[in-house]
């Protein structure tokens, strides 16, 4: 089966297109720009379109037996973009890619979409049946996708499913993981507290376990499936692993969550007067302190995903990466 991969030269992308390669499949993977490509595997066909194009993207699903839809505004902690930025790409970009794939009567679509369609925070483990909520553009636009995902379905009888995605990490210099890595290294992040929250993330090698089995089941018994690790975490041990696969010693102390909290309001009214980003505020301790737990005991039951990968057996290749990074930049 030749698979095209929107997308392709990103994190998940190349993550995905090297594993559908090895396990046979020929590639055709999508990247704007022709550099792009030079990390793929041989044998693999590189087309170079933009999405956002309904041209460029015409024939680019021809022949091809299935579509992994990647390509997308992604989300960002810092983040302004305005909400047309994030419908042009990641809504009316993914209707081209569907009517690409009816054209090419291409029936079988997986489509990366987020757990930001319930919004920022979840009150415990919620699952598929949670109604969505999303409270920012990035995830209006994602929630805006899966419907026209499902409409597509509806109207020409695609074999279609939405992936909701946690954060998903691995060996990347994008993404706030790595400026996590970088921050303790430097001694620039608080030692955090026991928290009792905790927040769900998906290993890039599990992302990709989950697309192979989609890619392989004969039909899908929901238009969505969560997509996580086989356990949530809670930030104190990620903060703990990180320290000490940077060989740093174990916290004697730690600094007390109202001091944290004063701490971002500072940065809050710093943020607002200077408008130049503050190191914390708000936003950024609700990403550490915050619930953000997903189940994904639907894929597990139903499609028998099994993620192979957790945070704790990850932080040795997280830290060789973020290691050799730093030599290159120095």
């Not at 979409?113 to 925070?121: I, L, M, N």
Request: charged share 20%; glycine share 6%; with cysteine.
């Amino acid at each position: 089966m030749r698979v095209l991969v929107t997308g392709a030269s990103g994190f998940l992308g190349s993550a995905l297109v090297q594993k559908l390669c090895q396990s046979g499949c020929q590639v055709r993977a999508v990247v704007r720009e022709p550099n792009q490509s030079l990390s793929f595997p041989s044998g693999s066909e590189t087309i170079v379109a933009d999405i956002c194009r309904s041209l460029q993207t015409e024939e680019m699903a021809s022949d091809c037996g299935a579509i992994v839809h990647l390509a997308a505004k992604v989300h960002a902690i810092d983040d302004s973009g305005a909400e047309k930025d994030y419908e042009a790409v990641n809504v009316e970009g993914t209707r081209h890619v569907l009517d690409a794939a009816v054209r090419s009567r291409v029936n079988r679509i997986v489509f990366a979409s987020s757990v930001k369609v319930f919004g920022e925070e979840t009150d415990g483990c919620i699952d598929e049946s949670q109604v969505p909520d999303p409270q920012t553009p990035y995830g209006r636009s994602k929630w805006q996708a899966e419907q026209l995902v499902s409409e597509y379905v509806e109207r020409h009888g695609l074999t279609a499913v939405s992936l909701r995605l946690p954060m998903v990490y691995g060996p990347t210099k994008k993404g706030n993981l790595y400026r996590m890595i970088e921050a303790i290294d430097h001694g620039r992040f608080p030692v955090l507290p026991r928290l009792s929250a905790v927040r769900s993330l998906l290993h890039v090698e599990n992302f990709v376990q989950s697309v192979l089995r989609c890619l392989r089941v004969s039909c899908f018994n929901r238009a969505t499936y969560i997509v996580t690790d086989s356990q949530p975490y809670c930030m104190t041990d990620l903060y703990d692993w990180l320290r000490a696969g940077l060989g740093k010693p174990h916290p004697q102390w730690r600094v007390p969550l109202w001091i944290l909290k004063g701490g971002a309001r500072c940065g809050d009214m710093l943020q607002a007067i200077s408008s130049c980003p503050a190191p914390l505020t708000t936003e950024h301790l609700t990403k550490l302190i915050g619930c953000a737990w997903y189940s994904s005991a639907a894929i597990t039951r139903e499609l028998d995903y099994r993620p192979m990968c957790s945070f704790e057996t990850a932080v040795p290749e997280l830290i060789a990466f973020y290691r050799g990074v730093t030599r290159v930049d120095c």
